[in-house]
């Protein structure tokens, strides 16, 4: 991560997930890192258990994160308990879509807010967070999957408004929405088949390593982005 500070410290929330872990991975093995932290719901390194659907367990693993200059946001979920994506109107129900906000699009949020306190005030910093390119409305050719879109969309709005408040402190700060590719992982793996996402499969490590150079390439200009994998600009 050139564009940080040497001896930054960074934050995965989501690094027991395939690209969280990846992305964790990835920074530790940075010579110009000087901690991970680590936050998953289950205890990683020690750290305190992190759920994104539970807003004190996001305030308590913030507590004492001390200062960091990149966070990186990576959960989320297609399948919430039993519910997996619509493919009609007709399968819609409230418990289902509720769902699909809590874990990916609120919890992001509330991590953003008890989080981004730690960012430097002057200093570089950035904040991604894992969307999916099927949460943009320009470019839903497809339909279906209501939840699980509506959700991500709404994320991207959240990574957008977030973006021009924490601007005014932290006039370095570049925050981005981010879409991974179609990944190895078991949240994607029963979808492949489908060609929903794009022509290529990467491995988690893959995936992370083109997240975070995009990241790292980012202006302060074009915080509150929504970006591929490949550099290129999503459409809202």
Same mark, same amino acid.
């Given at each position: 991560m050139g564009s940080l500070r040497d001896g930054y410290r960074a934050a995965v929330i989501g690094a027991t997930g395939a690209i969280g872990g990846a992305v964790a991975n990835h920074l530790a093995a940075d010579p110009r890192c000087a901690e991970v932290r680590r936050f998953g719901r289950r205890p990683v390194a020690g750290e305190t258990p992190l759920d994104v659907t539970d807003e004190a367990s996001i305030a308590a693993a913030a507590e004492d994160v001390g200062e960091i200059h990149l966070l990186f946001i990576a959960t989320g979920g297609l399948i919430v308990g039993e519910h997996r994506p619509e493919k009609a109107l007709s399968q819609l129900n409230a418990e289902a879509l509720q769902a699909q906000f809590a874990l990916n699009a609120v919890g992001p949020a509330l991590a953003l807010k008890h989080f981004h306190r730690s960012l430097p005030r002057g200093e570089r910093s950035l904040v991604g967070a894992l969307s999916a390119r099927v949460g943009s409305i320009g470019d839903n050719g497809l339909g279906g999957w209501y939840g699980y879109r509506a959700a991500k969309a709404a994320l991207n709005?959240?990574?957008?408004?977030?973006?021009?408040?924490?601007?005014?402190?932290?006039?370095? /700060?570049? +925050?981005?929405? $981010?879409?991974?590719?179609?990944? #190895?992982?078991?949240?994607?793996?029963?979808?492949?088949?489908?060609? =929903?996402?794009?022509?290529?499969?990467?491995?988690?490590?893959?995936?992370?390593? /083109?997240? +975070?150079?995009? $990241?790292?390439?980012?202006?302060? #200009?074009?915080?509150?982005?929504?970006?591929?994998?490949?550099?290129? =600009?999503?459409?809202?």
């Amino acid at each position: 991560m050139g564009s940080l500070r040497d001896g930054y410290r960074a934050a995965v929330i989501g690094a027991t997930g395939a690209i969280g872990g990846a992305v964790a991975n990835h920074l530790a093995a940075d010579p110009r890192c000087a901690e991970v932290r680590r936050f998953g719901r289950r205890p990683v390194a020690g750290e305190t258990p992190l759920d994104v659907t539970d807003e004190a367990s996001i305030a308590a693993a913030a507590e004492d994160v001390g200062e960091i200059h990149l966070l990186f946001i990576a959960t989320g979920g297609l399948i919430v308990g039993e519910h997996r994506p619509e493919k009609a109107l007709s399968q819609l129900n409230a418990e289902a879509l509720q769902a699909q906000f809590a874990l990916n699009a609120v919890g992001p949020a509330l991590a953003l807010k008890h989080f981004h306190r730690s960012l430097p005030r002057g200093e570089r910093s950035l904040v991604g967070a894992l969307s999916a390119r099927v949460g943009s409305i320009g470019d839903n050719g497809l339909g279906g999957w209501y939840g699980y879109r509506a959700a991500k969309a709404a994320l991207n709005q959240y990574m957008r408004a977030a973006s021009v408040e924490i601007a005014r402190s932290r006039k370095q /700060a570049a +925050l981005a929405a $981010l879409h991974p590719a179609t990944v #190895e992982s078991d949240l994607s793996k029963p979808f492949r088949p489908a060609g =929903a996402g794009d022509p290529v499969i990467f491995t988690p490590a893959q995936s992370a390593e /083109a997240l +975070l150079h995009v $990241l790292d390439g980012l202006s302060s #200009e074009q915080s509150g982005g929504f970006w591929a994998y490949d550099g290129s =600009a999503i459409p809202w």
